[in-house]
């Protein structure tokens, strides 16, 4: 499913960026703030340089994750990827690959309303797995409704009543709906 991610995300032209050095720093700022402000692991993407940019916020600590690099050569966050269970791994592809459809079959101005959330159990650094909260968002696309920047951010599961969170899910944070879901 990862490869036809990758034949689907890097098909796509790009050109017709107004301002693209703007909008990426924009992008950086905002990974960066995700880290800080919610303690996640931000992950920003930048589909057109093929490139990520990691901020270990407060759940890299919890789970013993170090990344080796803060820039580095792939969208795939593999040294963090790798620690995810192969089943959960799987999931999240076949959710992000709908995700993806149903974005490029959205308006522009719309895209910012919907993201994608899975539960992923992740290893620590003792080998056991804990459970993570993934969310997916794409920040820019091309003025051809090509997507640019995606900004994934990895958050603490709390074991708390009630702080349950999906086995995956798309949905509009305008309105609440639930555009696809897959549970168990």
Not at 1 to 22: C, N, T, V, Y
Not at 117 to 128: C, E, S, V, Y
């Amino acid at each position: 499913m990862r490869e036809l991610l990758d034949i689907k995300l890097f098909s796509q032209p790009f050109s017709g960026f107004s301002k693209p050095h703007l909008q990426l720093e924009d992008g950086r700022a905002i990974a960066e703030l995700y880290a800080k402000l919610e303690n996640t692991i931000s992950v920003l993407s930048d589909m057109e340089a093929r490139k990520s940019y990691i901020y270990a916020g407060g759940a890299a600590r919890l789970i013993g994750f170090e990344p080796s690099r803060a820039e580095i050569n792939s969208i795939w966050e593999d040294e963090l990827l790798s620690r995810v269970h192969p089943e959960d791994l799987q999931k999240k592809y076949r959710l992000e690959f709908k995700f993806f459809q149903l974005l490029k079959s959205v308006s522009l101005d719309e895209r910012l309303d919907y993201s994608l959330i899975t539960k992923l159990r992740i290893k620590n650094d003792q080998g056991k797995y804990i459970l993570i909260k993934h969310r997916l968002l794409y920040l820019s696309s091309t003025e051809e409704g090509n997507i640019w920047l995606a900004l994934c951010l990895y958050n603490m599961v709390y074991d708390h009543p009630g702080f349950d969170v999906p086995e995956g899910v798309i949905i509009n944070t305008r309105t609440g709906a639930i555009i696809d879901s897959e549970q168990g």
